[in-house]
């Protein structure tokens, strides 16, 4: 059973920091990337970061120059910092970590956190 646990969530005010971790049950290495979703209240849930095998990153246009992603291989954990947090990186955060594709369907299996909530105060 895979299992990731996010923690690192909270109430900070504009212009504040978090850094959200992901503890992940089993080598981070068994996965084709891993990444962090976030999802606002009536919107549709979007990709924030991601990083795959190799170490390379990417990221939405919205938090290019804030958010950083970054791993710990011995710790099994991926990490978002997030610098110049806005009102609208308000959301519950979901860490996401993707299998290689597999099986007769050759589709790969998506693992989720249980989300944590960040929430940015004007």
């Known amino acids: 059973q895979v299992l990731l646990v996010e923690s690192g969530g909270g109430l900070v005010q504009a212009g504040g920091s978090l850094r959200l971790s992901c503890a992940a049950s089993?080598?981070?290495?068994?996965?084709?990337?891993m990444g962090w979703y976030r999802q606002a209240s009536g919107k549709q849930r979007e990709l924030v970061a991601g990083?795959?095998?190799?170490?390379?990153?990417n990221y939405a246009e919205s938090v290019k120059g804030r958010f950083t992603i970054s791993r710990d291989n011995a710790k099994n954990t991926v990490y978002l910092q997030m610098n110049s947090l806005k009102p609208e990186d308000t959301a519950v955060y979901y860490c996401h970590a993707k299998g290689f594709p597999s099986g007769l369907d050759y589709k790969s299996s998506d693992y989720w956190g249980q989300g944590t909530q960040v929430t940015v105060s004007s």
């Open positions: 089993r080598s981070i290495f068994s996965f084709n990337a």
């Open positions: 990083i795959n095998s190799g170490g390379i990153t």
